[in-house]
């Protein structure tokens, strides 16, 4: 059982979660003794000025897996964000300046509630929650990441979709003066995903606004970014600033970019493999150099909720 009820989980399994309290609790402290925020320290590449803000009021789910998280330092500077450059390590440093405030959220399409909205009032009618997710990238390699975030199926419940929206569709900022990578075309910005209206109303997809207990930071997708653990990271789009409800599947970027390589679905699956690698194992980050690759998970071992989303579809050819 990969999903865990608060009363299934054992104390020697909490010892993660006490271990990274303890960290912020670090982190605080040196924040307090360097004086000046962290900005010239080491440190302050790592976790943004600012970013610090703990989050209130954030509650623990039934959903979070029992596996302990990856340390906030693997999560925070092996990174994919290619508004910030498409190198691991890029966007920690291009992304440190990035101002994820003020932000506003443009809902459009077919819905009863299309509109523009600041972020703080978009995400304020919904319950912020702790969801520790096993996350899978397409390119083999795997972490556990203690998000903070809003159920999007309770956001789209409230954005009220016509019976014309099959799909949700959603777009990242693109604005060349605050990410620089945009200025080099390796895709065709701005970054865009979607979702099937049923994969977006499963209890398990977040807009996560934190990590760890605390503000997300910029290379993880400040202010707002979406989690899918079934699929594979590249769905997990960040910095978004659209949401859009679709008749008609959305263009995602990385099937326009490679339509033979990455499909809409992205379900990850060790049985269908990458044109160019297999699928059918992984690397944790953060693991001994000399720990054997795992096996990867159907569905990245969240079959249970999401397999019935793809009853009758040949997950082949759906990749
Ligand atoms: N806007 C945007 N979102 C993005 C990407 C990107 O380049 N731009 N990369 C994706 C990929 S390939 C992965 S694996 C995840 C990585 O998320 P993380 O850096 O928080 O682990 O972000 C996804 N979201
Ligand atoms: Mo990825």
Redesign the pocket.
């Known amino acids: 059982m990969l999903i865990k009820k608060p009363s299934d989980i054992r104390p020697s399994e909490i010892t993660s979660h006490d271990n990274y309290l303890n960290r912020r609790e670090f982190i605080r402290a040196g924040a307090i003794a360097g004086g000046s925020l962290l900005a010239s320290s080491a440190l302050g590449a790592v976790i943004p000025e600012g970013q610090l803000a703990k989050l209130e009021g954030v509650r623990a789910s039934a959903f979070s897996t029992g596996e302990s998280p990856n340390s906030y330092d693997d999560?925070t500077t092996y990174?994919?964000?290619?508004?910030f450059g498409t190198g691991k390590g890029d966007?920690v440093v291009y992304a440190r300046d990035f101002e994820p405030r003020p932000w506003t959220i443009r809902v459009e399409g077919h819905a009863e509630k299309t509109g523009t909205f600041d972020l703080d009032d978009f995400v304020k009618p919904f319950d912020l929650e702790e969801r520790i997710y096993r996350?899978r990238?397409?390119e083999a390699w795997s972490?556990v990441i203690p998000w903070v975030g809003i159920s999007l199926a309770e956001v789209v419940k409230h954005l009220q979709p016509t019976s014309k929206a099959k799909y949700v569709a959603f777009e990242?900022l693109n604005d060349p003066d605050r990410m620089p990578g945009l200025r080099r075309r390796v895709l065709d910005w701005p970054?865009r995903e979607g979702l099937t209206i049923a994969e977006a109303t499963n209890p398990l997809p977040i807009l996560a606004v934190g990590l760890y207990g605390e503000v997300l930071p910029n290379?993880?997708?400040a202010p707002i970014?979406l989690v899918v653990p079934w699929k594979y990271?590249?769905k997990?789009?960040?910095?978004i600033v659209t949401i859009r409800f679709t008749e008609r599947m959305p263009k995602t970027s990385w099937n326009m970019s490679q339509p033979r390589e990455y499909g809409f679905y992205a379900n990850v699956n060790p049985e269908v493999n990458h044109p160019r690698w297999s699928q059918a194992r992984e690397r944790r980050i953060g693991a001994s150099v000399f720990a054997t690759k795992q096996p990867t998970l159907m569905f990245n071992g969240y079959g249970d909720e999401v397999a019935h989303l793809y009853d009758g579809l040949d997950l082949r050819r759906n990749f």
Do not use: D, L
């Not at 990174?79 to 508004?83: A, F, G, I, K, V």
């Not at 997990?236 to 910095?239: A, L, P, Q, V, Y």
């Open positions: 999560i990174n994919n964000y290619y508004e966007p996350m990238c397409v972490m990242t970054y290379q993880n997708g970014r990271g590249f997990g789009i960040k910095s």
